[in-house]
C-alpha cells in the first residue's frame, strides 16, 4: 500500500513506520479501499495490480471545513459567521442563518486556546436537522501576540475569558430543519461554554463533533447535558426539535469535580426503551447507571465494584448488553491497562472480553459482530487478533515484529512501583536506563513530569518504541523517570481529586517519594544530582519544584508553563481549582499557586523556554515569572522561540538539543557537544517530547 500511495501521491513521501491513515473504508463491493491520509484521500484498488488513485482535486483557494451529514449528501460549513450547507453533489451552497456577527457566530469553535473553523454541530439521524449553537463571545476578554519580523509586526488577537472574569463565552442552543430553513432557538437562558469532560464543548470525538448531545431516532427531539462554570453541576434535559420546550429530566451535583468518563462522553439517550444510560463516580469509582427517561429516578446500578469504567463502546438496546472499556478492575494487574467488558442493562452478567494481562486497543465491526483487540505491553509488542461478542478468538491477524529494534540495540522501559505521599498508595511509572548501564556506577537522575490532573505523565501502557525522549536523555548518562502521581486521572476518584483547589501541588511531593525510594532500592542513583523537566502543565510543574524543593532538584527545564492559572483560559483552572475568590485583605486562592511567588528560591540551574506565538499558553506566562526572577536577582536561562507555537514545530529540534545539553552540562557535569546536530528522524521523533497541554485528555 505504501508504494502505491506514494506513487499516487509523491508529495506523500511516507513508509510503512510513517504511514498513520485516519481513516479506511471497504467500497466498490469490497473491491477498493478508500484510504484517508492527513486530509488527503484515496482509492485503492485490491485488485493483483494493487493501484491507489488520489481523490482531491488541486485548488488554490481555501476550501472550508465541512461539517457531514449522516447520508454524505451534504456538509455543513461556516461562512462569515453564519451557517452554510454544500450539497456535494451538485456543489449548490445554501445559506441557513443569517444573523451570525463576528464574535456572536454559528457552530464556531473559538474558545480560549482553541481556534478553528470547524462547523461544531450535530445532524440529525435523517439528515434532514442540524442541532448546534451560537456562541456569544461579545463581551469576553481578548488576548494579543505579535509576531516576530522585520517589517511592521502582526497582530493576533482572539477571544480568551480568564479565570475569574465575569464574563466568559456562553452559548444559546438552536435546532434548524433544513427543509424549511426554521432556526428554533431552544427555550432556556445561554448555556455555558463547557462539557462534561473537558473545557470545550468538543475534544474528544473529533474535530467538528459537538459532544454531550444526542437526537432521537425519529429526530423529533434531542437530548443534551448542561455543565455548570465550575463543572460541579450538569443537567440533563431533552429538547423538542419543533418548537424548542426543554424538559429537565435529571440532575446530578459533585462536591469537586464532574466528569462523564474518562475517554468519550458516557452517557447515552435511549428513549426506544425511555431510559437514560448515565455515568458518574459517586462511589468512588466510575461505574453506570440506568435512569428513567420519563421521571428521572435511578433504576438501578449497573457496574460495581472496584475500577473505572472508561469509555462506553456500544449499546446494545435490543439485547440490553452495553460493552465498555475498564481500567484497574482485574486484581494484581497494572491499572492502567485497558480491558474490555460487557453488562447487561440490569447489572447482572459482567464479563471480561480480553482476558490476557495487558493492555487492549478495540475497535468494533460496523455490524458490531466482531472486534479487533490489538494486546501489548509497554514492554512486549502487539498482536491482533478477531474475537466474537463472546470474547473468543475467531481469528489471529498478527504479531508485531521487533526484531529489527532489538538488534539495533532497543531496551524496554523498566515498570516501576512506588508508594506516594502517603506512604501508602501505590504509583506506577516506568524508568529508563542507559543501554550501556554498568551497576557500578552512579547515574544521575531527571524526571520528566506532566502533573494532570487530567492526565498523568507517562501515558499510553501500549507498546511504543519511544516514549518521548525519555530514552535518548538517558543514553546521554542518566536514569530517566516518569510516575504518575496522586491526582492524575484513571485511578479513584478520590486519587483523582488528591489535589484540588491546589495546583500549585502539582504531584511534586510524589515525584520526590517516589524518585527517593528508587534511589534506595538502587545504589547506582545519585540522588544528590535530581533534575526534572516537562512542558505546559508539566513546565509549570518543573518550576514549582525547583521553588518549592531548591536542595532537592537541581536542574529544572520548565518549557510552556501555565506557572499562574489566572493567566490562562478560565475552564481549565476553574474546573480543577474552583472559581476564584477574591479575599478582603486583596489575596485570592489562587496566589499559593502562581509560581512567581516562590521565584525567590530558586537555588539550582533552571532554563525557561517558550514559543513567542503560543496561543495556548501565552508567553505572559513564563514573562511573569522571569519578571519574579529578576527582581529576586536570581540567575536563570531563557529561550523564547519566535513565532513558534506550544508545540515549537520545527524548532522542536532545537529545542531536544538545548535540553541535552543543560542537563549534560549542569546535571552531569560534563561538556555537551558544540552545536550537535540532530538527525532528521529524531527531530521528529523528539516532537513527541511535550506532555499534553491543558486542554488535552490524555491522547498521547
Same mark, same amino acid.
Given at each position: ?393 475467531? #481469528? ?7 526484531? &529489527?529494534?532489538? !538488534? $539495533?540495540?532497543?531496551?524496554? =522501559?523498566?515498570?516501576?512501583? %512506588? ?112 533534575? #526534572? ?7 509549570? &510543574?518543573?518550576? !514549582? $519544584?525547583?521553588?518549592?524543593? =531548591?536542595?532537592?532538584?537541581? %536542574? ?125 528522524? $529524531? ?18
Amino acid at each position: 500500500m505504501v508504494d502505491a500511495l506514494n506513487a499516487a501521491s509523491p508529495k506523500l513521501k511516507t513508509d510503512a513506520v510513517r504511514l498513520k491513515p485516519t481513516e479506511l473504508a471497504f467500497s466498490d463491493a469490497g473491491r477498493k479501499l478508500r484510504v484517508t491520509v492527513g486530509s488527503s484521500n484515496f482509492d485503492c484498488s485490491l485488485a493483483a495490480s494493487y493501484t491507489c488513485t488520489g481523490l482531491d482535486k488541486p485548488s488554490t483557494a481555501k476550501q472550508p471545513s465541512m461539517n457531514l451529514s449522516p447520508d454524505k449528501t451534504k456538509g455543513a460549513f461556516i461562512r462569515d459567521w453564519n451557517l452554510w450547507v454544500r450539497d456535494i453533489a451538485s456543489g449548490t451552497e445554501t445559506q441557513l442563518t443569517t444573523d451570525g456577527v463576528k464574535d456572536f457566530g454559528y457552530a464556531t469553535d473559538n474558545a480560549g486556546w482553541k481556534q478553528s473553523d470547524a462547523a461544531i454541530l450535530l445532524w440529525s439521524p435523517d439528515s434532514k436537522k442540524i442541532a448546534t449553537f451560537q456562541q456569544d463571545q461579545r463581551r469576553d476578554g481578548e488576548m494579543y501576540l505579535v509576531s516576530v519580523t522585520n517589517g511592521h509586526p502582526v497582530l493576533k488577537t482572539w477571544k480568551s475569558p480568564l479565570v475569574g472574569d465575569v464574563n466568559v463565552t456562553m452559548i444559546e442552543r438552536v435546532i434548524i430543519s433544513l427543509d424549511t430553513r426554521k432556526i428554533v432557538r431552544l427555550k432556556m437562558p445561554p448555556d455555558q461554554h463547557r462539557g462534561t469532560i473537558c473545557d470545550d464543548v468538543t475534544c474528544r470525538g473529533g474535530n467538528s463533533t459537538w459532544e454531550d448531545v444526542e437526537w432521537s431516532p425519529d429526530a423529533k427531539h434531542m437530548a443534551f447535558v448542561s455543565t455548570s462554570r465550575d463543572h460541579k453541576q450538569e443537567w440533563l434535559r431533552v429538547a423538542d426539535a419543533t418548537n424548542g420546550e426543554v424538559r429537565e429530566v435529571m440532575q446530578e451535583t459533585a462536591p469537586k469535580f464532574y466528569e462523564s468518563g474518562d475517554g468519550m462522553v458516557n452517557w447515552h439517550y435511549l428513549p426506544g426503551s425511555n431510559e437514560v444510560l448515565w455515568f458518574s463516580e459517586r462511589d468512588n469509582w466510575g461505574q453506570l447507571y440506568l435512569y428513567d427517561l420519563s421521571t428521572g429516578k435511578l433504576k438501578n446500578q449497573i457496574t460495581h465494584g472496584d475500577g473505572n469504567v472508561t469509555q462506553v463502546l456500544h449499546v446494545d438496546e435490543k439485547n440490553r448488553v452495553i460493552y465498555f472499556l475498564g481500567v484497574g478492575k482485574e486484581a494484581g494487574r497494572d491499572p492502567y491497562f485497558v480491558h474490555l467488558y460487557s453488562v447487561r442493562f440490569d447489572g447482572s452478567d459482567q464479563k471480561l472480553l480480553t482476558p490476557e494481562d495487558a493492555n487492549h486497543e478495540i475497535a468494533f465491526s460496523p455490524k458490531f459482530d466482531f472486534f479487533t483487540d490489538i494486546a501489548s505491553t509497554p514492554v512486549t509488542p502487539a498482536t491482533t487478533v478477531v474475537r466474537t461478542l463472546t470474547g473468543a478468538v475467531e #481469528m489471529e491477524v498478527a504479531k508485531q515484529d521487533i526484531s &529489527a529494534l532489538t !538488534a $539495533a540495540g532497543w531496551v524496554p =522501559p523498566v515498570p516501576i512501583t %512506588v508508594k506516594a505521599r502517603d506512604g501508602k498508595t501505590d504509583l506506577y511509572g516506568f524508568m529508563f536506563k542507559p543501554t550501556s548501564f554498568d551497576a557500578t556506577k552512579k547515574y544521575p537522575i531527571v524526571n520528566n513530569v506532566y502533573p494532570g490532573p487530567q492526565t498523568g505523565s507517562c501515558g499510553s501502557r501500549a507498546f511504543a518504541a519511544a516514549h518521548r525522549d525519555n530514552q535518548a536523555l538517558a543514553e546521554l548518562g542518566f536514569i530517566v523517570v516518569c510516575i504518575d502521581g496522586m491526582g492524575t486521572n484513571l485511578r479513584s476518584k478520590s486519587f483523582h481529586e488528591a489535589y484540588y483547589g491546589n495546583l500549585g501541588d502539582n504531584t511534586i511531593p510524589d515525584q520526590v517519594a517516589g524518585m527517593k525510594e528508587l534511589a534506595a532500592k538502587y545504589p547506582w542513583i545519585d540522588l544528590d544530582r535530581a533534575g #526534572m523537566y516537562g512542558h505546559s502543565g508539566g513546565g509549570n &510543574a518543573t518550576a !514549582a $519544584a525547583m521553588f518549592n524543593y =531548591p536542595d532537592f532538584f537541581k %536542574v529544572g527545564i520548565a518549557e510552556s508553563g501555565n506557572h499562574d492559572q489566572r493567566d490562562y483560559e478560565d475552564d481549565w483552572a476553574e474546573k480543577w481549582a474552583g472559581l476564584l475568590v477574591k479575599n478582603a485583605d486583596g489575596t485570592t486562592n489562587y496566589d499559593s499557586q502562581a509560581n512567581q511567588y516562590i521565584a525567590k528560591n530558586l537555588k539550582g540551574h533552571l532554563l525557561l523556554a517558550h514559543g513567542t506565538m503560543d496561543d495556548n499558553v501565552p508567553p505572559n506566562n513564563t514573562l511573569v515569572l522571569v519578571d519574579a526572577l529578576i527582581k529576586a536577582n536570581k540567575d536563570f536561562d531563557l529561550l523564547m522561540i519566535p513565532n513558534a507555537a506550544h508545540g515549537y514545530g520545527a524548532a522542536s529540534q532545537y529545542m531536544t538539543r538545548r535540553r541535552w545539553d543543560y542537563f549534560v552540562r549542569y546535571l552531569a557535569g560534563d561538556v555537551p557537544p558544540k552545536e550537535y546536530e540532530l538527525k532528521p528522524y $529524531a527531530a521528529a521523533m523528539s516532537s513527541l517530547n511535550s506532555g499534553p497541554s491543558e486542554d488535552e485528555e490524555a491522547t498521547e
